[in-house]
Protein backbone atom coordinates (compact mmCIF):
# COMPACT_ATOMS: atom_id res chain seq x y z
CA UNK A 1 0.00 0.00 0.00
CA UNK A 2 1.49 3.65 -1.33
CA UNK A 3 0.07 6.55 0.64
CA UNK A 4 0.26 10.11 -0.31
CA UNK A 5 0.44 13.36 1.73
CA UNK A 6 2.21 17.13 1.32
CA UNK A 7 -0.53 18.25 -1.24
CA UNK A 8 -2.27 21.85 -1.15
CA UNK A 9 -3.34 25.48 -2.37
CA UNK A 10 -0.19 27.43 -3.13
CA UNK A 11 1.13 30.20 -4.74
CA UNK A 12 3.14 30.66 -8.30
CA UNK A 13 7.13 30.61 -6.67
CA UNK A 14 6.28 28.27 -3.27
CA UNK A 15 7.23 24.81 -2.38
CA UNK A 16 5.77 22.00 -1.63
CA UNK A 17 7.30 18.70 -0.31
CA UNK A 18 5.05 15.60 -1.31
CA UNK A 19 5.44 11.74 1.13
CA UNK A 20 4.52 8.95 -0.16
CA UNK A 21 4.63 6.13 2.83
CA UNK A 22 4.47 2.26 1.99
CA UNK A 23 3.64 -0.40 4.00
CA UNK A 24 2.95 -4.25 3.24
CA UNK A 25 6.18 -4.86 1.18
CA UNK A 26 9.70 -4.82 0.12
CA UNK A 27 9.81 -1.43 0.22
CA UNK A 28 13.91 -1.10 -0.01
CA UNK A 29 13.89 -3.40 -3.13
CA UNK A 30 11.58 -1.43 -5.19
CA UNK A 31 12.30 1.71 -7.78
CA UNK A 32 9.76 4.30 -6.97
CA UNK A 33 8.55 7.00 -9.26
CA UNK A 34 5.99 10.47 -8.62
CA UNK A 35 3.27 10.70 -11.54
CA UNK A 36 0.93 13.27 -12.39
CA UNK A 37 -2.45 14.24 -14.18
CA UNK A 38 -4.09 17.16 -14.91
CA UNK A 39 -7.57 17.68 -15.66
CA UNK A 40 -8.50 16.07 -19.15
CA UNK A 41 -4.65 15.60 -19.49
CA UNK A 42 -3.06 12.12 -19.21
CA UNK A 43 -0.72 10.92 -17.02
CA UNK A 44 2.56 12.04 -17.29
CA UNK A 45 5.91 11.28 -15.53
CA UNK A 46 7.23 13.66 -12.92
CA UNK A 47 10.48 11.72 -11.49
CA UNK A 48 11.97 8.11 -10.18
CA UNK A 49 14.56 7.23 -8.01
CA UNK A 50 16.25 3.57 -7.70
CA UNK A 51 15.87 1.16 -5.16
CA UNK A 52 18.92 2.44 -3.64
CA UNK A 53 18.26 6.34 -4.17
CA UNK A 54 21.92 6.13 -6.07
CA UNK A 55 20.47 7.34 -9.58
CA UNK A 56 17.18 9.76 -10.16
CA UNK A 57 15.35 10.64 -13.45
CA UNK A 58 13.31 13.77 -14.19
CA UNK A 59 11.14 14.88 -16.93
CA UNK A 60 12.20 17.65 -18.49
CA UNK A 61 9.75 19.77 -17.50
CA UNK A 62 10.55 19.71 -13.38
CA UNK A 63 14.07 19.41 -13.97
CA UNK A 64 16.35 21.99 -11.63
CA UNK A 65 13.11 22.35 -9.93
CA UNK A 66 12.36 19.06 -8.23
CA UNK A 67 13.98 16.70 -6.20
CA UNK A 68 13.03 13.33 -5.40
CA UNK A 69 14.51 11.39 -2.38
CA UNK A 70 13.74 8.32 -0.89
CA UNK A 71 14.25 7.13 3.67
CA UNK A 72 14.22 3.42 3.19
CA UNK A 73 14.24 3.48 6.85
CA UNK A 74 11.27 4.93 6.84
CA UNK A 75 9.61 3.71 4.22
CA UNK A 76 9.06 6.65 2.12
CA UNK A 77 9.50 8.57 -1.43
CA UNK A 78 9.60 12.59 -1.01
CA UNK A 79 9.53 14.53 -3.59
CA UNK A 80 10.58 18.11 -3.08
CA UNK A 81 8.97 21.04 -5.62
CA UNK A 82 10.60 24.55 -5.50
CA UNK A 83 9.31 27.11 -7.57
CA UNK A 84 5.73 25.43 -8.29
CA UNK A 85 4.01 26.87 -11.66
CA UNK A 86 0.39 27.19 -11.96
CA UNK A 87 0.98 23.99 -14.87
CA UNK A 88 2.41 21.91 -12.15
CA UNK A 89 -1.57 21.69 -10.88
CA UNK A 90 -2.28 18.26 -10.71
CA UNK A 91 -2.94 15.03 -9.33
CA UNK A 92 0.59 13.90 -7.80
CA UNK A 93 0.72 9.76 -7.38
CA UNK A 94 4.08 7.44 -5.99
CA UNK A 95 4.20 4.33 -7.74
CA UNK A 96 6.52 1.47 -7.17
CA UNK A 97 8.58 0.03 -9.76
CA UNK A 98 11.44 -2.46 -10.24
CA UNK A 99 13.33 -0.65 -12.67
CA UNK A 100 12.70 3.26 -12.30
CA UNK A 101 10.67 3.57 -15.26
CA UNK A 102 9.43 6.69 -17.24
CA UNK A 103 6.66 4.64 -18.46
CA UNK A 104 3.39 4.38 -15.49
CA UNK A 105 2.37 1.22 -17.46
CA UNK A 106 5.60 -0.68 -16.06
CA UNK A 107 4.76 0.30 -12.15
CA UNK A 108 3.03 -2.64 -10.08
CA UNK A 109 1.68 -0.66 -7.14
CA UNK A 110 0.17 2.91 -7.01
CA UNK A 111 -0.78 5.46 -4.27
CA UNK A 112 -4.33 7.07 -4.28
CA UNK A 113 -2.85 10.72 -5.09
CA UNK A 114 -2.98 13.56 -3.59
CA UNK A 115 -3.87 17.35 -4.98
CA UNK A 116 -1.57 20.06 -5.68
CA UNK A 117 -3.11 22.86 -7.05
CA UNK A 118 -0.45 26.69 -8.12
CA UNK A 119 -2.33 29.84 -8.24
CA UNK A 120 -0.78 32.80 -9.97
Known amino acids: QLVESGGGLVQAGDSLRLSCVAS????????MGWFRQAPGKEREFVAA????????YYADSVKGRFTISRDNAKNTVYLQMNALKPEDTAVYYCAADPYASRFGDEYDYWGQGTQVTVYS
Open 24 to 31: GRSFSTYA
Open 49 to 56: ITWSGKST
